[in-house]
């Protein structure tokens, strides 16, 4: 197992494992943390592949372009979760709930 | 037009114009409505004519501050995203002359309104003309956001519900489909669309593979392809009648357009069974969306299921044109374009009614559809497109899927959309019935400005007269299509 | 294809779009009329009319002259719509060019004084548009287009009074009418993805794949036929008809005598002659089918009449009838047949038209719905019932009435294709429609009243020098019932005249079966 492979490995369980909390978990909080921990796994994919190593004499042949692209996807997340924490307040503050409910078609 | 301006320099101002209208309108926001609608008919304008530009000239690309691919941002625009950019211009600018209306009476929406969907509409326009994966990931996102707060802006708890359901499925959706481009990232060693097409062929098949399920999946949620459709409804359904529109109308297509992008140029217009698979779905969303069209109790809901089934053409057509049609990608494109008319048609629509009876429910609609004859004229003609009796939109596309299906011999298609027509025409008329029975009650009614009216109009018009254009149309759609070569490569591939 | 006319007989390809606009623009400006505007939406309407009638009059002269109209517009990219007149579609367009113009005298009569007029007239103009572009469609695609047109611009003339009843009656006529236009869009498009082309032709377009393809062909024929066959109120597809009778008595006039159950049987002509061309249909076994159906909706059309009370079900179930002797006539293979088909297209149009305008005028003037409520009012109302007389006698087929020369032709044209049972349904059907109509009449002009009239609401005034002038009912909803009797008895007995509706289906017939 090379270690682009290994990153790739922990990065994708990362996903997985925020996928599964965003599904179980009610409470919108932890959602927004679930999304967090998969846009993590997902940067760390892109990164970990990425270093890759076309010259075996070069091993430190790291590729900036997806470092570059994983900085705005950090910036893109951050401003997710902004928005999705603004968002949560004021539902809380109109409501007093936290969760979605099952207010389906209404 | 101004025919010393070249292609590059429209694309440029179809992105930048909108985009420093809305930063303009964020700080300066007692003009806002002014600088709003200037900008709306400033996009609109440098839109047709960039449309022009590709229809006479062929494809146009510009690289973003001259850095070449693979490290610089190519932005191309060829007849696909030409057509889909005239739509948004023309749903785009009725939708502001709308908007400046409906927000005229409150100063906290019309403040947040302008910006927002200043920005929605650059981050569609930036969408409609990357070439690059990664820029596609920026501009999806920004879409999201905006589109979100717009769902936001009515600011009671259903909406603030659905904007936050809708976020985080924006959120998962993008997040998946960043997922697919760091795979594809490492297979190809590029982010542009070109290249990465080019390198598809011989690239190592379970990464790319599964590159291209995760991205597809992620625009699948976007889309609210069945069953995936969970939260459009609510979120389209709570949201302001504007903001409804051009959810249902211009946001939903974007991921789509961004699907078949990938379909069609990066992997190369084949995929036998992942296109059986998404049109199962798509069968699925016309029947279960149009039965719960015809099921709900209000008007918005309707419409917003409605969108459900309709989307579930757009799908139902991938089976048909992988296996050979190019008529069939032809009529899906058109059941998109007519749709984002006639839908954008409806929320407007539904708007007017909303705001004169003061309710949405169809039961009890009966004394506004009487006093609003046009807004009543603006649904049904829209709601021919949708139903797609001749000659709209709406028909020839579902003409153009009907020919590829019969001539595939698939009957269990042809029946499916036929019977989804039949039900549109059933939750269509569920609401045009009731301009014919006197109202059963007086109520305290607001007046409606003819402005709105004529807006809804004006759309649901052009989604009809869109039937009669296809000769011009075509041929648009058809510049820079990918060539059927890259087609028979990637058959080959996903076959091996 | 894609020039817009035909650059070299401009004024003749602009002909068609004028005849189509004459009601189209009326209809569109009627639309934005206050309700209060009576006198410049009858002008409106009553000049769209005249310039209608006049243009098809012209394009009369024209074609019997050789001359040809023909409007291409591009619609796909393979297929354009087409509008063109030819001796068939002029048949049509008469029928439907003179009848908008009585009906639409009769219907501003009729309607003096109730709510939504404006709405009423523009859908009635939209209507007759529908139904004009149907006579002159050239392809199936442009038949397609205009039959649809015409499933939603009669939905709100059949809904028009807006009680419970008639919103039911409207959901019943759009279930019927959507499904039907589904079956016909499916057969329109499976059927050009065989052949290609959908031009009509006179032997029909599917000659190629006819050897290739006889099963679909003839799965593509139920769903055309099926498609036009709840227009035409084929058995079982009629239940639409009678329910329609909540409508106002001028769009059942026009409904039952021009423009849906006669755009439905236009289309199962155009469908055996034009689409399939009748020897092409014959030799697919489809006709016998066909005729089967028709002869089972005479016989069920006219059992059902005998029973009904109301005089307008009564009558409604009497066009499920005589509508398909239209089909009959075409399903009996033979050029005889065609003739008393076709014909009858011009003659049950004129004569149910009289019958409906009668049945309006008694229940205007009266208050009168049902059969056992018309004991002696032919006394009451001499020239209402001397109109609907007239008529009935012409439906019951009795010589010289237009009614006679229709059946005359079918039994003629069932005998020369060597064939006998039409000839015992047609029996059968003209007893049944003495069984259903004479007792009418028998009541109207024998019986004694059983309750006194109610006195016209002018006739307070008036003084008895007055009397003499002041008739039965409004003057504009009696003369266009005295007219179209007039019309019924005229052409049965003009009937061998140069252009008259008989002469007019032979020629039709003869393109079709080189008939000498």
């Known amino acids: 197992m090379t270690q682009a492979v290994f990153w790739a490995l922990i990065g994708m369980a990362l996903v997985v494992l925020g996928l599964y909390a965003l599904i179980v978990h009610a409470h919108l909080l932890r959602k927004v943390l679930a999304l967090n921990i998969m846009s993590s796994g997902v940067f760390l994919v892109f990164i970990g592949l990425a270093r890759r190593t076309p010259d075996a004499d070069a091993p430190m042949a790291a590729d900036p372009v997806p470092q570059a692209m994983v900085l705005t996807g950090i910036v893109v997340a951050v401003a997710a979760t902004g928005l999705a924490l603004a968002l949560i307040v004021r539902l809380r503050a109109l409501t007093g709930r936290t969760t979605l409910g099952d207010d389906m078609g209404d | 037009m101004l025919p010393v301006l070249a292609a590059p320099a429209w694309m440029l101002a179809v992105v930048f114009v909108p985009l420093a209208a809305a930063l303009l309108c964020f700080l300066l926001p007692r003009r806002a409505v002014i600088l709003g609608l200037v900008a709306a008919v400033l996009t609109a304008a440098v839109t047709f004519a960039l449309t022009l530009e590709v229809a006479a000239a062929g ?48 100063a906290h929406a019309r403040v947040f309104f302008w910006p927002l969907w200043l920005l929605l509409w650059t981050a ?96 699948i949620l976007k889309t609210a392809l069945f069953p995936f459709h969970f939260w459009l409804p609510p979120a389209h359904g709570s949201a302001p009648a504007p903001v409804s529109a051009v959810l249902s109308a211009l946001v939903v297509k974007a991921s789509f357009y961004l699907l078949l992008r990938l379909w069609l140029d990066v992997l190369g217009g084949g995929g036998r069974w992942a296109a059986e698979l998404l049109g199962l779905l798509g069968v699925a969303a016309v029947l279960w969306g149009s039965v719960l069209a015809l099921r709900q109790e209000r008007l918005k809901l309707l419409i917003a299921y409605s969108t459900v089934a309709q989307i579930g053409y757009l799908f139902l057509a991938l089976p048909l044109a992988v296996a050979g049609g190019a008529a069939a990608w032809t009529g899906a494109l058109y059941l998109a374009l007519a749709h984002g008319l006639a839908k954008a048609a409806m929320f407007l629509s539904a708007g007017n009614l909303l705001r004169f009876g003061g309710h949405d429910r169809i039961a009890e609609l009966d004394s506004a559809v009487h006093r609003l004859p046009l807004t009543l004229t603006a649904f049904a003609l829209a709601g021919v497109s949708i139903m797609g009796l001749p000659p709209s939109g709406g028909f020839i596309g579902k003409w153009l899927l009907l020919k590829a299906a019969f001539a595939q011999g698939r009957f269990g298609l042809v029946v499916v959309i036929l019977l989804g027509g039949v039900l549109a025409a059933a939750y269509v008329f569920k609401v045009v019935g009731h301009a014919f029975t006197p109202a059963a009650r007086e109520r305290r009614l607001r007046t409606v400005p003819p402005g709105m009216e004529w807006s809804a109009l004006l759309l649901a018009a052009a989604a009809i007269v869109l039937g009669l254009t296809l000769p011009l149309i075509s041929p648009l759609l058809q510049v820079g299509a990918a060539p059927a070569a890259m087609a028979t490569a990637f058959a080959a591939w996903s076959a091996a | 294809m894609s020039a817009l006319f035909d650059p070299r007989l401009p004024a003749d390809a602009l002909l068609p779009l004028l005849v189509l606009a004459s009601s189209l623009l009326p209809g569109l400006v009627v639309f934005f009329l206050g309700e209060a505007r009576v006198r410049t939406r009858t002008a409106l309407n009553l000049g769209g009319a005249f310039l209608k009638l006049a243009m098809v009059g012209w394009m009369i002269w024209g074609v019997y002259h050789g001359q040809r109209y023909e409007l291409r517009l591009p619609l796909l990219d393979d297929l354009d719509l087409v509008l063109r007149v030819g001796a068939l579609s002029l048949l049509f367009l008469v029928l439907s060019a003179g009848l908008w113009l009585v009906t639409t005298v009769y219907a501003v009569g009729y309607l003096e004084h109730s709510p939504h007029r404006s709405r009423f007239f523009g859908f009635f103009s939209l209507c007759v548009t529908a139904t004009v572009g149907v006579a002159m469609a050239g392809n199936l695609l442009t038949f397609l287009l205009f039959f649809e047109m015409l499933t939603l611009t009669t939905y709100p003339l059949v809904v028009h009074r807006g009680t419970e009843a008639a919103r039911e009656a409207g959901v019943v006529y759009l279930t019927h009418t959507v499904l039907a236009g589904a079956l016909l869009l499916a057969g329109t498009v499976w059927l050009y993805t065989l052949t290609g082309t959908l031009t009509f032709a006179p032997q029909g377009f599917v000659g190629d794949v006819a050897d290739s393809h006889p099963a679909a062909l003839t ?244 003084g008895s020098s007055a009397r003499r002038l002041q008739p039965e009912t409004g003057w504009l909803l009696l003369l266009p019932p005295l007219v179209t009797a007039a019309l019924s008895l005229l052409i049965g007995l003009f009937a061998s005249m140069p252009v008259s509706p008989l002469e007019w289906s032979l020629l039709i017939a003869e393109r079709e079966f080189h008939y000498p």
């Open chain 2, 124 to 219: 569609l326009n930036a969408l409609y003309l990357s070439a690059d994966l990664f820029n596609l990931y920026v501009t999806l996102e920004l879409l999201g956001f905006a589109a979100v707060s717009l769902t936001a802006l009515g600011g009671g708890a259903a909406a603030l519900t659905g904007a936050i359901r809708y976020l985080l499925v924006s959120v998962l959706g993008s997040l998946s489909y960043l997922l697919g481009v760091a795979l594809l990232y490492h297979s190809c060693g590029s982010v542009d669309i070109g290249l990465v097409a080019a390198c598809i062929p011989d690239a190592p098949r379970p990464a790319s593979q599964v590159a291209a399920a995760a991205m597809m999946a992620g625009l």
């Open chain 2, 59 to 106: 494809t146009a690309h510009t690289l973003l501050g001259g850095w070449a691919a693979p490290l610089g941002i190519l932005w191309r625009a060829d007849g696909l995203s030409a057509a889909l950019l005239a739509m948004t211009a023309l749903v785009g600018v009725t939708v502001s002359l709308y908007a400046a209306a409906y927000f005229r009476d409150d």
């Open chain 3, 219 to 462: 799965a593509i024929f139920a769903l055309l036929i099926g498609g036009v066959g709840v227009k035409a109120a084929l058995v079982p597809l009629h239940g639409w008809l009678p329910r329609a009778m909540v409508a106002p008595a001028p769009v059942s006039a026009l409904l039952h005598a021009v423009a849906v159950v006669k755009a439905g049987a236009f289309g199962v002509v155009l469908i055996v002659y034009d689409v399939f061309g009748i020897e092409q249909a014959a030799a697919l076994g489809v006709t016998g089918p066909l005729a089967l159906v028709a002869a089972v909706t005479i016989v069920y059309g006219s059992l059902r009449a005998l029973f009904q009370d109301d005089l307008k079900r009564r009558l409604a179930f009497s066009t499920v009838s005589q509508v398909s002797y239209i089909v009959l006539g075409v399903a009996i293979v033979g050029p005889l047949a065609s003739v008393g088909g076709i014909v009858h297209l011009v003659h049950q149009g004129v004569m149910k038209i009289t019958l409906f305008f009668c049945a309006g005028n008694l229940a205007e003037t009266l208050g009168i719905h049902k059969v056992s409520e018309m004991n002696g009012v032919g006394r009451r109302m001499p020239w209402t019932m001397g109109a609907f007389t007239i008529a009935a006698l012409g439906m019951i087929g009795v010589p010289p009435m237009a009614g006679f020369i229709s059946k005359w032709y079918l039994s003629l044209g069932a005998l020369e294709a060597g064939v006998h049972w039409p000839l015992y349904v047609l029996i059968a059907s003209s007893l049944l429609n003495a069984a259903y109509f004479l007792p009418i009449l028998h009541a109207a002009w024998m019986r004694e009243p059983t309750t006194p009239w109610p006195e016209p609401a002018t006739s307070a005034q008036s």
